[in-house]
């Protein structure tokens, strides 16, 4: 399998993609919503899906495509080559800001991460890795992450924080929050790892990502020394959804350690 070739095809395609949702914004959306009125879906994100799914199939038949919108095949393992895709990750950034969406996809062979991307279609900036070989951002490469300590980091949360929940300890949130210089919640997972990989953020913590969500991300996490776990500090799963966190490897341990406490 020439990993090149087939990081040269990633490429294109998902410029392609860009494109066409860059353009859709001139013609009208449709929005629906899917398990409560809050978790939008729209036609763009539907015709990207399946138009990742259509190039990856011309490409080579036996790649197996696990995608959001469940346009492609039931995926019960990660044997053999398959593509993991968010089409729009940050609809709801999509539907109401027009800017702050990324296309996610990690491309894994018998589940293991050979080549991850996020690409934030507005800004047309692209953050991706291939395994082993290192991480760009754009044409510029991504350098490995920086030691610093919890009170220098600036972390990526979400209001859900805000309201004490059913699942984690709320008052050692309260004491990460203060103990961190600052925080800040963009509505987009893969954009908040593409963020922590370049060392725009320093953490970024969710009680629920989906495999389409990090895919991508935890590919290029590896090559620049960001950890990426679940909150019990296990690898990722890749077949369910689960809690996770990235960070800068001098603090993920300290955040897990310290201040997340699961009920
Ligand atoms: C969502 C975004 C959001 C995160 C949600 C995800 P979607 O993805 O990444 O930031 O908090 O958990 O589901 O639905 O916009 O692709
Ligand atoms: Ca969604
Ligand atoms: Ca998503
Ligand atoms: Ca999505």
Redesign the pocket.
Known sequence: MDLYQINEFAKEIIFEAGKRIRHSFSYDMVVETKSDPN???TNI?RETESFFIEKIKQFDANHRVLG?EGMGEKIESLEGPVWII?P???????VKQHRH?MISIGFYVDGIGRLGYIFDVMREDLFYAIAGEGAWYNNSPLRKLKPLTLEEAVIGI?ASWVIPNRKLNHEKIIELVRTVRGTRS???????IAFVVSGKLDAYI?M???P??IAGGVIIANEVGAIATNLNGNDVNLLTNDTFIIANPSIHQLILNSYIEQK
């Open positions: 978790d939008l879906v994100d959001e968010d729009i990750d940050g609809t709801m950034n999509f969406f979400n963009y509505g987009s997972a893969a954009m908040e969710s629920r990502l989906s389409w969500d």
